[in-house]
């Protein structure tokens, strides 16, 4: 029958035990030196050796001939005790025996000397389990435990024990394992095993395990049963990682803004049935180290790669910058919590990507500290270009011209050729175009050239006439200025939506109306979209930007 690598591997002294020399060197010193407990408690994560080491101590404080606190597992005692023909030691497991039974029986037995070797060694396991009649069954044991016994209590939850049995116990932490320590661990029984592991796969298995040897020899296994060599690409299949390169990739994405490439990597990964929920917490991990990277000039162990993975993640991490990572971090983890809520997956993915790419659909205090980051770094490095700042969100406004000028302002209304120019609109189309037929005046020449127009100086009589006559249009038309310009009327409109409305439900002709009233006159008319920096007024950073380019900063346009 194949057994698990995790169990045909477990160590059987206290030196092959990785990653514990508190715990093994306290132990082997008090087996030599004859100076036993009567009870030891091991705490800590499982997987990290616990049960290991009691199954150790069992065998050394009865082998007949330790080696330097070791048990020799060669003698008749150390064999027998491992082929359970010694019953000098019992092992419970209190999560499925979780009886008061047990320990009643237990409490009966311990009178007894033992058989063959020097003590009776219960080995009480998950002891956390017990319950309350168990653990007072225990307690009373414990409290005057004959001179040939010794219980081993082991635990992941010790905060669960009575402080009772925690004072009658010797205590042992068992800390997870570095990296390093379960690599070479993984190292050493692939190559026992006739397997071979690259050296990143074997750094990636044990970052995969948390500190935990148990779970890093379980990888191992699973990739054992697809493949003799074992490198990344085994790794990260067996596993359904999407995997360091990937997440650079993905981070690269968000960092350029990228959505298209962002959401291609997203849907190549759900194709290959990569899970969504693991790659978010993956990406999670992986901002996490740059996070640790930006901060910190020494990483140690806090950060676990390979000498090459570090120096890319920590370019990536200084390109991004630390508000830039947090925000990221914080947008995935709100994705994290949300698909772990079994919403669909991918779309989950999908949005979190795109609200990366796009700081602007997302209002969090993180993402405006990340906006705010980047016009710094842009002025910092002299390049404020209005191409730098991304196009507002509301898709009606078209984006400046490159090396396009904000320098129109609400206390001046009337555009400059420049200014039109600069802003080409769809509303400086002709109003004779349209279905109800405004007249045609061409929209205002090349830079340079001096257009004929000029104030309309009756606008305010024509909107106090409307006031009077037409409300609903006069509180359309109020704030607005008009121009002349070779013969029409040009009455120059910000909203594009209410000059959408003066072309409709007879308002054109209660102007016109208005206008022959007023002047005596009837002037073809025309609409123009009024110079607006949109940006300036929906756009903090951007109107940051224009603000500082009034008050002199010097900024450099990048064309
Ligand atoms: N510190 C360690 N050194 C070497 N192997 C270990 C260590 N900790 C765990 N293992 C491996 O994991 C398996 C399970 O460990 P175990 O001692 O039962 O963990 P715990 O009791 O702490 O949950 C062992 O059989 C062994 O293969
Ligand atoms: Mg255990
Ligand atoms: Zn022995």
């Given amino acids: 029958m194949y057994q698990a690598l995790y169990r045909k591997w477990r160590p059987r002294t206290f030196s092959d035990v990785s990653g514990q020399e508190t715990v093994t060197a306290a132990l082997k010193n008090e087996l030599k030196t004859g100076r036993l407990s009567h009870a030891y408690l091991f705490t800590g994560c499982r997987g990290t050796g616990k049960t290991t080491c009691a199954k150790i101590l069992a065998k050394a404080v009865n082998c007949a001939h330790p080696v330097d606190g070791d048990p020799c597992n060669e003698c008749?005692?150390?064999?027998?005790?491992?082929?359970?023909?010694?019953?000098?030691?019992?092992?419970i497991d209190a999560a499925s025996n979780n009886g008061v039974?047990?320990?009643?029986?237990?409490?009966?037995?311990?009178?007894?000397?033992?058989?063959s070797g020097t003590y009776r060694v219960y080995i009480i396991d998950e002891v956390h389990m017990l319950s309350a009649g168990a653990f007072n069954a225990l307690l009373k044991t414990l409290e005057e435990p004959p001179a040939h016994v010794i219980f081993i209590l082991a635990t992941t939850e010790v905060h669960k024990l009575p402080?009772?049995?925690?004072?009658?116990?010797?205590?042992?932490?068992?800390?997870r394992i570095r990296p390093e320590e379960i690599a070479a661990r993984i190292t050493y029984v692939a190559t026992e095993e006739g397997l071979t592991v690259t050296p990143d796969a074997a750094m990636l298995l044990a970052r995969l395990a948390d500190g935990a040897l148990r779970d890093g020899l379980s990888l191992l296994d699973q990739c054992a049963s697809v493949a003799q060599h074992i490198d990344m690409d085994t790794v990260t299949a067996v596993t359904g990682m999407a995997g360091q390169d990937t997440l650079a990739q993905l981070t690269d994405c968000v960092a350029a803004q990228d959505a298209p490439a962002a959401l291609a990597l997203v849907d190549t990964l759900y194709r290959s049935a990569k899970d969504m929920e693991r790659l978010c917490a993956e990406w999670v991990t992986y901002l996490r180290n740059l996070m640790v990277l930006n901060s910190v000039t020494d990483v140690g162990e806090l950060v676990v790669a390979t000498p090459d993975e570090l120096?890319?993640?920590?370019?990536?991490?200084?390109?991004?910058?630390?508000?830039t990572i947090l925000h990221m971090m914080e947008v995935l983890q709100g994705t994290l919590d949300r698909l772990k809520g079994g919403v669909s997956r991918r779309v989950e993915m999908e949005m979190a990507v795109l609200r990366l790419c796009d700081p602007r659909l997302d209002d969090t205090k993180a993402a405006l500290i990340h906006r705010i980051e980047t016009l710094e770094n842009a002025i910092k490095n002299g390049v404020v270009a209005p191409s730098t700042i991304p196009p507002v969100a509301c898709g009606d406004i078209p984006p400046l011209h490159k090396g396009g000028t904000p320098t129109a302002s609400a206390t001046n209304p009337i555009p400059t050729a420049a200014e039109s120019e600069a802003i080409p609109t769809p509303m400086e189309a002709p109003l004779a175009e349209t279905p109800n037929g405004m007249p045609v005046i061409p929209a205002p020449t090349a830079v340079g050239i001096e257009p004929i127009e000029k104030t309309f100086d009756r606008w305010a009589e024509v909107l106090d006439h409307l006031r009077q006559s037409c409300p609903p249009l006069f509180g359309m038309l109020d704030g607005t200025t008009a121009l002349l310009k070779e013969g029409s009327l040009v009455i120059c409109i910000e909203n594009p939506l209410l000059a959408q409305l003066l072309k409709e439900g007879g308002n054109k002709e209660q102007l016109q109306n208005a206008i022959r009233q007023v002047t005596g006159q009837t002037y073809p008319m025309a609409l123009r979209r009024k110079q607006q920096i949109k940006k300036p007024e929906n756009d903090p950073l951007a109107q940051l930007l224009t603000a500082g380019r009034g008050m002199g900063i010097e900024v450099n346009e990048k064309e």
Avoid: H, N, Y
Wanted: hydrophobic share 40%; net charge negative; with cysteine.
């Fill in 76 to 91: 008749a005692i150390c064999r027998g005790i491992d082929d359970g023909t010694i019953l000098d030691v019992t092992e």
């Fill in 101 to 115: 039974d047990s320990i009643r029986d237990l409490r009966d037995e311990v009178a007894f000397t033992p058989v």
């Fill in 163 to 175: 402080a009772t049995i925690l004072s009658r116990c010797q205590r042992f932490d068992f800390g």
């Fill in 311 to 323: 120096g890319a993640m920590r370019a990536q991490a200084q390109k991004l910058g630390l508000a």
